[in-house]
């Protein structure tokens, strides 16, 4: 599956880091498809545990302050994949073939309902609240 | 807490990365002065290391995108403090117990006089291409 540019928002912090989750998911794919995973595994699981602390504290600080509408869905949103990930972490404490199915179907899944909806129009959201910008 | 309004560029993603990295600085020190746990000091080194990274990829990312006239320079400070960081993280075990907190107190220096003279003009760079509708408060 290519994302290509769908997942861009034109808010430059936040493309970056959706990009950076995007590239992982792709990477830890391609390597999964090879059975050459493991060590990606645990630098996955690893990663999303700060990467989801620190993006999502930032989208939310951006939907507080931009006073978006959908904030609080968003938020749950949120709180649900932190929940997620914090269980995946319980459940599987080394690498199995499984665990690591299981992981790239929750990113996949995370990418095209999350990234490629809510944060869209989070992001065209903030679009429209920043001046002298072009639409995106 | 918040960054002190001097220091503060307007621009939410990156007040808000310089308040964390200020932050994990602080947790940092403690450790250095804690001095008894290794493996916690490198662990909050090496968190830091990404951290920074991450942040100034950002930064440069924005560069980029607004063709940002200082940008040259601007990356060579970012590179600079990323050899000092690097160098820190494999040489602590060497150092004497007290270098640690001195050197972890300059890193953080460096970070307020970074924002200081490159941060803010690089802000209002970008604050002149995408101005949020609303007063900081
Ligand atoms: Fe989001
Ligand atoms: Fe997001
Ligand atoms: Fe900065
Ligand atoms: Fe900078």
């Known amino acids: 599956m290519a994302f290509d540019e769908k997942y861009e928002t034109g808010v430059v912090w936040q493309d970056f880091q959706h990009k950076q989750l995007i590239d992982l998911f792709q990477k830890i794919k391609e390597a999964r498809a090879n059975k050459k995973d493991e060590s990606l595994f645990r630098y996955t699981v690893a990663f999303l545990a700060m990467y989801v602390n620190h993006h999502f504290s930032l989208e939310e600080e951006y939907m507080e302050k931009y006073q978006y509408p959908g904030k609080d869905t968003h938020h749950k949103e949120h709180q649900a994949f932190v929940k997620e990930i914090k269980a995946f972490r319980d459940e599987n404490k080394g690498y199995s073939q499984r665990a690591s199915d299981d992981l790239l179907t929750r990113m996949e899944d995370w990418i095209l309902t999350h990234i490629l909806e809510d944060d869209q129009r989070l992001g065209r959201h903030i679009h429209s609240f920043e001046k002298n910008r072009s639409a995106p | ?137």
């Open chain 2, 1 to 137: 807490m918040d960054l002190d309004i001097q220091y503060q560029t307007g621009l939410l993603w990156q007040d808000y990365q310089h308040k964390e990295w200020i932050s994990l600085l602080g947790q940092l020190k403690e450790a250095a002065n804690d001095g008894q746990n290794q493996q916690l000091f490198y662990e909050a080194i090496s968190f830091l290391a990404m951290y920074v990274n991450h942040h100034f990829s950002v930064e440069e990312a924005y560069m980029k995108q607004y063709r940002y006239p200082e940008e040259r320079f601007h990356r060579e400070e970012h590179r600079i403090y990323i050899l000092r960081l690097k160098d820190f993280r494999e040489k602590h075990r060497e150092y004497a117990t007290d270098v640690c907190p001195k050197i972890v107190e300059n890193m953080t220096d460096w970070v307020y006089s970074h924002i200081m003279e490159n941060d803010k003009k690089l802000g209002e760079f970008i604050l002149t291409k995408e101005q949020p509708r609303l007063k900081q408060s």
